[in-house]
């Protein structure tokens, strides 16, 4: 079900309701914590080369933070973030971590299309894990776009719509390795890359950067590769 | 009186050689993190060192590779002997000998040195790395942990605060008592009896060691602080009682014993030192690490000493997890997170495991006392012997360095 919002209330609720887990590294939200080792590597190594300004001075804004795990490591290293999410609840634990970690982070239980209104404008954006859960994800990024001040970079990750999506990321993860929880995810909500770079490139922005986020079971760990088949994570820029 | 709480990325507790190289290693990669050392001893006394401790330890190349990067092998240098050769035997039978020769692979397997000149060598370049406060003389009072960090009080006066607390303070870690870690553990029936060894001919750098049904007997190239290289570090082991009566036996036994127990390579044996006996158990924790903890060297596994390979296992316990928070500390993740530590804990894994099941195996084949096992033994030793790919696996890994075996085709 569909509010006035970009956002879809069973969604909400399914992650509110879940969301005293967030920080619990071996439950329900465990392959969201490894893959943030390889995310935040893929992002710190654009944010080094993009920006020469004081990390204090670069603005970011994570929207769909759910429970802060990846504004915590960049407050951390000293940039400027403040995350927004459609579940109170999800932001209240977001809230609650960051001051046990004596960190401060902004969290404001709020969508995208007020931060917009309010004219703010940020160097950074990050849309992870997220377009996959709102019903349009082309007007997502759209309005996501029209956030960033010049020279700003849009972070991006979801999953991919092929075969290998749909048994490994669902059947697989949902049900025999419980990675996520059951019904986290839909097969028809996933995006081709290709798809992306459309919505990209009808506001003159463009992909700049893409990779895999792949699982080695050899090794037992999530690595960035160049294999976009499942997950991936990408940066886009605007173009010229 | 306690004063004001002080904040630290990680707190490490014993300056042991995992303890050095992991706050040298960590450092020298990092050199902004916070990190603390406590120490239960006064690192003056380490410096002074227990004249009367004559156990040595063998430095794989590996290991030497890591003190040189890390600036203090050339303090170290002089007080080691390079092993250019080891001899090993099946209960000292002339013809079943293996050996290993230096030429093969055209440098030392490693390097031997008294414990006692390492500690204060390592004690000593502790002091010298900057920005890491050292807490000597220390006790812990109290260690108290909550979802974000770990609090230790010190001596009724310090308070530490941290996101990580590692434990490297040895096979007894208090850390890994407190915290009640898993620990598997299994004495080996074994005692070992160490001392040094004068005898008439220099050992040119030939390490030995004989297997026998009740356990190992080595000699390590040792060089006393004269410079003198005719005495041998010696590691008997045996069964309990008959290794206590040992201690207890005069020096004249002890050294007909060995002369009867050694190669006639080291000529006649003269004297032997003062005599000190340990008792030998294999132990692992279950897991390496808890929320804001994490186990390395002999308070995370210890084994039996018969491959000379315990401290190496620290080492690179310690350097791999220093050049993994290192990374992790550069993508501003929780440090003590239990995510962080599982995935060091799965590089670990593997060489820990071959570790433990190499010098198990190797207690346990030359414990087998039948005359078919015995039999099988040389007959393994011929065969490695002649097998250069087999012989370059065994010296690889006594050095330390990552091998895989390979197979003779390609993919």
Redesign the interface.
């Known amino acids: 079900m569909e509010n006035a919002y970009n956002q879809d209330v069973d969604e909400i609720k399914k992650f509110s309701d879940i969301s005293d887990q967030w ?1 619990d ?2 439950g329900t939200f465990k392959a969201l ?2 893959i ?2 390889p995310r ?2 893929f992002i ?1 190594d654009h944010l080094k080369e993009s920006f020469s300004k004081k990390l204090k001075n670069i603005q970011c804004l994570d929207v769909g933070c759910g429970g802060g795990l990846l504004c ?6 000293g940039y400027t973030i403040k995350g927004i999410d459609a579940s109170a609840k999800a932001i209240s634990v977001a809230a609650q971590h960051a001051t ?3 960190l401060s982070i902004e969290y404001i239980n709020q969508d995208l299309s007020d931060f917009k209104v309010n004219g703010s404008k940020v160097d950074v954006l990050f849309l992870l894990e997220l377009l996959e859960h709102v019903p349009n994800p082309r007007s997502l990024v759209h309005d996501a776009l029209e956030c960033l001040k010049p020279g700003g970079l849009l972070f991006f990750s979801t999953l991919n719509r092929t075969w290998k999506s749909y048994v490994l990321g669902i059947k697989v993860a949902e049900n025999i390795l419980k990675w996520a929880p059951k019904g986290a995810h839909s097969y028809e909500k996933f995006l081709k890359p290709s798809e992306l770079q459309g919505y990209f490139e009808e506001k003159n922005f463009s992909i700049i950067d893409i990779k895999g986020l792949t699982f080695n079971i050899l ?3 999530w690595s960035l590769s160049d294999d976009l088949t499942i997950n991936y994570i990408g940066v886009a820029k605007k173009t010229g | 009186m306690i004063t004001s709480l002080k904040k630290f990325d990680c707190v490490l507790v014993g300056s042991g050689p995992a303890g050095f190289v992991f706050a040298a290693s960590l450092l020298q990669k990092d050199p902004s993190l916070h990190i603390a050392l406590i120490e239960k001893k006064s690192l003056k006394a380490i410096i002074e060192g227990n004249q009367k401790d004559h156990r040595t330890t063998t430095l794989s190349a590996y290991t030497c590779d890591i003190l040189t990067s890390l600036g203090v092998w050339k303090d170290l240098e002089p007080h080691t002997v390079a092993i250019k050769e080891i001899f090993v035997t099946d209960q000292n039978k002339d013809s079943s000998g293996l050996t290993f020769d230096e030429k093969d692979i055209g440098k030392p397997f490693g390097y031997t040195i008294n414990n006692t000149i390492l500690r204060g060598i390592l004690a000593k370049a502790l002091k010298k790395i900057d920005n890491l406060t050292i807490f000597d003389d220390s006790h812990i009072d109290n260690i108290d942990r909550t979802i974000s960090n770990i609090r230790i009080s010190l001596n009724k006066k310090w308070r530490l605060q941290t996101s990580l607390l590692v434990g490297a303070d040895g096979r007894f870690s208090q850390i890994r008592q407190h915290f009640k870690f898993n620990l598997d553990s299994k004495p080996y029936k074994q005692s070992a009896l160490v001392s040094l060894v004068d005898h008439e001919k220099p050992h040119n750098g030939t390490a030995f060691e004989a297997f026998y049904p009740e356990g190992p007997i080595a000699f390590l190239p040792y060089k006393d602080t004269a410079g003198k290289e005719s005495t041998s570090a010696l590691v008997f082991c045996g069964e309990p009682h008959a290794i206590l009566a040992l201690q207890k036996s005069t020096n004249t036994f002890v050294l007909e014993l060995l002369q009867s127990k050694v190669p006639p390579l080291f000529g006649k044996v003269k004297k032997v030192y003062n005599k000190q006996v340990f008792d030998l158990e294999i132990g692992k924790v279950k897991s390496v690490y808890q929320a804001r903890v994490v186990l390395i060297g002999d308070a995370a596994q210890y084994i039996h000493p018969v491959a000379g390979q315990g401290l190496n296992l620290s080492v690179r316990d310690a350097k791999m997890l220093a050049t993994h928070l290192a990374n992790m500390a550069q993508l501003g993740l929780d440090l003590g997170s239990k995510t962080i530590l599982a995935a060091y804990q799965k590089q670990r894994h593997i060489d820990i495991w071959s570790m433990i099941g190499l010098t198990h195996s190797l207690v346990r084949l030359f414990s087998l006392r039948n005359p078919i096992a015995s039999c099988s033994r040389r007959m393994g030793f011929t065969i490695i012997n002649n097998l250069p790919f087999a012989k370059n696996f065994l010296m690889n890994r006594a050095m330390g360095y990552k091998t895989s075996m390979r197979f003779p085709f390609k993919k």
């Open positions: 920080w590294e071996k914590h490894w943030t080792i935040v590597q710190i915590e490591p960049l407050s951390r290293l046990d970690m004596e090794k037992g760990d």
